[in-house]
């Protein structure tokens, strides 16, 4: 079973940064594209940023595209998700995913979340 563990949450004023971090136990880490996701109360989980197997290619929501920023470390089996620039409305907990495929975006395995709380 692949485990996945955030850690880096907490509480920060808007206009803040924080950098969130994912550990993972695949021993074939490289091979397999990773997510960050994120669901404040009330709300659907949302995507947040992506990166591929090589890193070469990310993604981004809309809503943190030049705030926020994914890399990985393949060497430490790591995802970061650098957040720059914070709001309000960033404040949910923050899941990092990976898929069971390689060459895949489909999300199967998810970590247990970590609090983000960007105050005003």
């Known amino acids: 079973q692949v485990q996945l563990i955030e850690s880096g949450g907490g509480l920060v004023q808007a206009g803040g940064s924080l950098r969130l971090s994912c550990a993972t136990s695949r021993r074939t880490f490289s091979s397999y594209a990773m997510g960050w996701f994120r669901q404040a109360p009330g709300k659907e989980r949302e995507f947040v940023a992506a990166i591929s197997w090589s890193g070469g290619n990310t993604y981004y929501a809309d809503s943190v595209k030049g705030r926020f920023t994914i890399s990985r470390d393949n060497a430490r089996n790591t995802v970061y998700l650098q957040m720059n620039s914070l709001k309000p409305e960033d404040t949910a907990v923050y899941y990092c995913?990976?898929?069971?495929?390689?060459?895949?975006?489909?999300?199967?395995?998810w970590g247990q979340g970590t609090q983000v709380t960007v105050s005003s």
């Open positions: 995913a990976t898929p069971d495929t390689t060459y895949s975006y489909t999300y199967k395995y």
